[in-house]
């Protein structure tokens, strides 16, 4: 008896301070619906989410936009700075769908866009609805007539992003380009394993970047890492369907900023055309791709589980026959373990003008069939440490 009063005791005082903690707590509210959005899906409300933006980024507290339970229909949608509001949270609790006519966002670049604000918080269990397959059986005959297609576009510093899902993007879910300060946490994206240039998440041009606790299920690269990408974090990230996660393509321009300091770490993979890849066209280029940590890996069934590209060339279309310029090193392949679909778990296929250095393979298990795998090696240098499997080419 005495113990559990004591334990009601300590109950009512924590919520008294929690209680208190809330209400010095200040912080304007806006919700959608105060201006006009409607929950039925099918009445736009992209005027709406914007006057709520517009109110929230002119206020001079906190600011809260809230998007209560329901479907609300928003076409494309640009959020501007510089705010007032030192800082935005967006609770999304609905879903937001975007229009039937996929020529409406198709005709933009981008679905939603952040450009050049500082401080928002996108949280809540919402969900994003593209409605991108009647745009994918578009491009599937012949893609020239159609638009390519809306993703949700960041270019912005200080974002949070928390607990949402992208469902079937037309095309890229998350770009994150041009940003600083950028933390992604418990996202989910969603689109069919054949579905055409859906990538999940695409880094680039981009500062202290982490992407945590995310699931992936897609057509094209479930993580793709473009130029100027430095100091990025990706850790416990599930993957498949999809193409893996990708550091490129580089090399799609001669002058071209570098790829550093990026850790992947417990991963899984399944059923996806690659694992652990990085990707250049072969012809000249100043960029380069340099401290890459990847550790911890568990890969189910994966084409190419561990993979350098430097004669990258989809479809062997217009491939550019030349050299790759970009220079890779300094890149740690460690405890990583699973099953190869094909025969080569391991490929470095490096520049010959440019060979690939400081390639470090640890621990590395990967079979396939229950048969051992091989490796292939080309233009490249490094070490191997404890047991590999397959047994290195380096
Ligand atoms: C590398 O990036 C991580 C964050 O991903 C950061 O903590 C670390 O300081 C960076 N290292 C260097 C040498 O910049
Ligand atoms: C490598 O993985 C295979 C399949 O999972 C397993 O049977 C084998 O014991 C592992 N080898 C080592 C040395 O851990
Ligand atoms: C691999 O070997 C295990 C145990 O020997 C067996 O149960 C399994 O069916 C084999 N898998 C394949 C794909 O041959």
């Not at 906190?62 to 076409?75: A, M």
């Not at 030349?322 to 460690?334: P, T």
Request: charged share 15%; hydrophobic share 35%.
């Amino acid at each position: 008896m005495k113990l559990s009063g004591f334990n009601s005791l300590g109950f009512v005082l924590i919520v008294f301070v929690m209680l208190s903690a809330c209400s010095t707590f200040a912080m304007t509210e806006f919700n959608v619906l105060n201006f006009g959005a409607n929950l039925n899906g099918r009445t736009d409300s992209t005027n709406s989410f914007l006057k709520a933006w517009n109110a929230a980024c002119g206020t001079a507290d906190s600011t809260f936009i809230y998007v209560p339970k329901g479907r609300c229909l928003v076409g494309p949608l640009a959020f501007k700075g510089q705010c007032k509001s030192p800082q935005i949270i967006i609770r999304i609790d609905g879903t937001i769908v975007a229009p039937l006519d996929y020529g409406v966002l198709g005709k933009s670049d981008n679905w939603f866009s952040f450009e050049g604000v500082s401080g928002v918080s996108i949280i809540g269990r919402g969900i994003f609805d593209a409605k991108g397959p009647s745009l994918w059986a578009c491009k599937a005959p012949n893609s020239n007539s159609c638009p390519s297609g809306a993703r949700m576009f960041c270019k912005s510093n200080n974002i949070r992003i928390n607990g949402l899902t992208s469902l079937n993007s037309q095309m890229f879910h998350i770009v994150i380009n041009g940003c600083q300060n950028v933390h992604l946490r418990g996202v989910k994206i969603v689109a069919a394993g054949n579905s055409p240039n859906t990538d999940g998440i695409h880094v680039q041009l981009s500062r202290n970047v982490e992407i945590l606790s995310t699931f992936i299920k897609t057509g094209d690269d479930c993580i793709s890492i473009g130029p100027g990408t430095e100091n990025l974090w990706i850790e416990q990230v599930t993957c498949g369907p999809g193409h893996g996660i990708s550091i490129g393509s580089l090399a799609k321009d001669l002058k071209e900023e570098g790829v550093q300091n990026v850790t992947v770490k417990n991963t899984i993979f399944s059923n996806t055309q690659n694992g652990l890849r990085i990707k250049s066209w072969a012809r000249p280029s100043s960029g380069y791709v340099q401290g890459v940590r990847f550790i911890g890996s568990v890969m189910t069934n994966i084409q190419n589980p561990i993979v350098i590209d430097q004669n990258y060339c989809p479809r062997n279309e217009n491939c550019p026959g030349q050299v790759s310029g970009i220079k890779i090193k300094d890149i740690v392949y460690e405890d990583i373990r699973g099953t190869s679909s094909t025969p080569i778990a391991i490929e470095f296929d490096c520049s010959s003008k440019n060979p690939c250095t400081g390639i470090r393979l640890q621990n590395v298990n990967l079979t396939y069939l229950n048969k051992t795998t091989q490796s292939f090696c080309s233009n490249v240098v490094g070490k191997v440490f404890d047991l590999v499997r397959p047994n290195s080419c380096l």
